[in-house]
Nanobody, 122 residues
Framework: VQLQASGGGLVQAGGSLRLSCAAS????????LGWYRQAPGKQRELVAV???????NYAATVKGRFTISRDNDKNTVYLQMNNLKPEDTAVYYC?????????????????WGQGTLVTVSS
């Protein structure tokens, strides 16, 4: 399963960006979708996740500013980021998990996108 992320860029503090991540490949189900980020010199951290029922979970640092959503028909997850701050600067990665069918066997998959850079200037 391949994930293609897009939407990153340079924005001033207080601005907004919308990230998109489309899944492709021969998957059977997509269950969890999420966004993670990694700032220079720091570990990758969870930003937001959404399950197949639409339940969401956010990092405390982005709650109230970011919104994760998914379009199951397009196999796409979005991250609307508002009121961006310089500390939001990072490479943002999308993640998906679910199942694939190989012959007659259903197996789990766990995939990462290539990352998209978000830079917030002060």
């Amino acid at each position: 399963v391949q994930l293609q992320a897009s939407g990153g860029g340079l924005v001033q503090a207080g601005g907004s960006l919308r990230l998109s991540c489309a899944a492709s490949g021969n998957f059977f189900t997509i269950n969890g979708l999420g966004w993670y980020r990694q700032a220079p010199g720091k570990q990758r951290e969870l930003v937001a996740v959404i399950d197949s029922f639409g339940s969401t979970n956010y990092a405390a640092t982005v709650k109230g500013r970011f919104t994760i959503s998914r379009d199951n028909d397009k196999n796409t997850v979005y991250l609307q980021m508002n009121n961006l701050k310089p500390e939001d600067t990072a490479v943002y990665y999308c993640h998906a998990d679910g199942t694939v069918v190989a012959s007659t066997v259903v197996a789990p998959f766990d995939s990462w996108g290539q990352g998209t850079l978000v830079t917030v200037s002060s």
